[in-house]
C-alpha cells in the first residue's frame, strides 16, 4: 500500500511534559515518523508520496470553528506575551468554573481549548498539525480513488483531540477529519477501529450523538490509565448515536491473547454495522516495551492484527497515532501494514 507523508512534522517537537512529577522531553518525538518511514522504505511497503494542502472546512465539520481559528495563532500569541520555550497551558475549566467565556490572554486560552498539559506549542506546531491533517485527507484521497488502503503517517496524532480541545499530544483529529471527508464524498456509514493503547476521548467525544460513524475503542482501562476520565464499557453513544460507540477497556497488563479476544468482537460488530469504508487510528503503544504503557503485545502480534483487520474486507484507510518505544515503532506500526497485506 501507498504511504503519506510530510517531512513539516519536524519543526513540531515537545520540549516539556510532566512525567512522574518531573519536567521531561516529550515522549511525542519527530523521531518517531522518522522511524516509522525508514522502516516503511525497509520492508518496500509501496511508494511514499507528499500530501497535497487542504483547505479546513472538513476539520470544521468535526471541530469548533473557534477552536480551528485559535490554533494558528497561538504560537504568534505566546511570543507577542514576551514567551519563548513551549506553549502549554497550567489552568482548566473543569467542573464548578465555567467553560463558555474565553478569556482573552494566551494563559486562559490554552486552558480553555485544551484538557491536559500534554499539547504544547512551538514555533514549527501549526505547521506540523496541519501537515498531519493533509496527510490523512490525502491518504483518503487514495481509498476513495480504489486503492484497498493506504497509511497516512500523520504526525502530530489526533484521537484526543475533541471538537473543542487538545490534549494528548493531539490538535486536529486526522481520522475524525477523514471519517467525515469520507462522509461527504458519498460514504453512507463510516467505522472508526482504534487500537491503540490510550482511549481515543476526542474521537468518541466528536461523534457520540451520530450514527453515521460508528466508533469501536480497545484501550487501557480508564480507572487505571490515561485519559482517565472517558473510556468506560457503558459509554455507548447518545440521542441517534446510541449504540454506536463502543468501548473494550482492559486492564494494565493485557497480552495478546485477551486483546484478540476484544478486537476479535470488535470486528464482529464493525463488519454488521456494514460501513462503507474503515478508519483505523494505528497506535503501537500496546507493545510490551512501550515507555508509557502496560499492555504486553509483542512484535509478532502486529502482523496478527493487521491480517485481522484485512479479514473485515473493507477500503481501509490506517491513519498513525501513538508508540513511544522508539527502536520498536517502526518494525511493529509497520508490521500491522504487512500483516494487512498478507504478510
Ligand atoms: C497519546 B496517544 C506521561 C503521561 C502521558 C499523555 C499520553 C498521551 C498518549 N507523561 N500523557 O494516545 O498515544
Ligand atoms: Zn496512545
Known amino acids: 500500500m501507498k504511504t503519506v507523508y510530510s517531512p ?59 477552536y480551528l481559528d485559535f490554533l494558528p495563532t497561538v504560537w504568534q ?62 491518504a483518503a484521497q487514495l481509498v476513495k480513488n480504489g486503492e484497498r488502503a493506504a497509511f497516512a503517517l500523520c504526525r502530530p496524532p489526533g484521537h484526543h ?22 462522509l461527504d464524498q458519498g460514504a453512507a456509514r463510516v467505522a472508526i477501529l482504534d487500537v491503540d493503547y490510550h482511549h481515543g476521548n476526542g474521537t468518541q467525544e466528536i461523534f457520540y450523538e451520530r450514527a453515521d460513524v460508528a466508533v469501536f475503542n480497545l484501550h487501557a482501562d480508564p480507572l487505571q490509565e490515561y485519559p482517565f476520565y472517558l473510556g468506560h464499557a457503558d459509554e455507548r453513544g447518545t440521542g441517534q448515536g446510541e449504540g454506536f460507540n463502543t468501548n473494550y477497556p ?46 504486553k503485545l509483542v512484535s509478532d502480534d502486529y502482523p496478527r492484527i493487521g491480517r485481522r483487520i484485512e479479514a473485515l474486507q473493507l477500503p481501509t484507510l490506517f491513519v498513525m497515532e501513538g508508540g513511544y518505544a522508539v527502536e520498536e515503532i517502526g518494525i511493529n506500526a509497520v508490521g500491522v501494514l504487512t500483516g494487512f497485506e498478507g504478510a
Open 77 to 138: 500569541r505566546w511570543t507577542a506575551e514576551g514567551r519563548s520555550g513551549s506553549a502549554l497551558p497550567f489552568t482548566w475549566p473543569t467542573r464548578g468554573l465555567r467553560g463558555d467565556v474565553p478569556p482573552e490572554t494566551i494563559d486562559g486560552l490554552l486552558g480553555f481549548y485544551s484538557f491536559d498539559a500534554g499539547a504544547s506549542f512551538v514555533e514549527g506546531s501549526w505547521d506540523a498539525i496541519k501537515s498531519s491533517h493533509d496527510v490523512a485527507l490525502s
Open 161 to 182: 483531540a475533541g471538537s473543542g480541545f487538545a490534549g494528548g499530544y493531539c490538535y486536529i483529529n486526522n481520522a475524525a477529519v477523514a471519517a467525515q471527508w469520507f
Open 250 to 295: 482492559m486492564r494494565w497488563g493485557t497480552d495478546f491473547a485477551r486483546w484478540d479476544e476484544a478486537h476479535a468482537d470488535a470486528c464482529a460488530k464493525l463488519k454488521q454495522y456494514a460501513p462503507d469504508v474503515v478508519v483505523v487510528s494505528l497506535g503501537v503503544d500496546t507493545f510490551e516495551r512501550d515507555p508509557i504503557s502496560q499492555f
Open 8 to 66: 513539516r512534522h519536524k519543526g513540531h517537537r515537545n520540549q516539556v511534559e510532566l512525567n512522574s512529577g518531573a519536567i521531561v522531553p516529550g515522549f511525542e518525538l519527530p523521531e518517531r515518523a522518522e522511524i516509522i518511514r525508514r522502516r516503511v522504505e525497509a520492508v518496500g511497503l509501496g511508494e511514499i508520496t507528499a500530501p497535497e494542502e487542504w483547505d479546513l472546512e472538513t476539520a470544521a465539520k468535526v471541530h469548533r470553528r473557534d
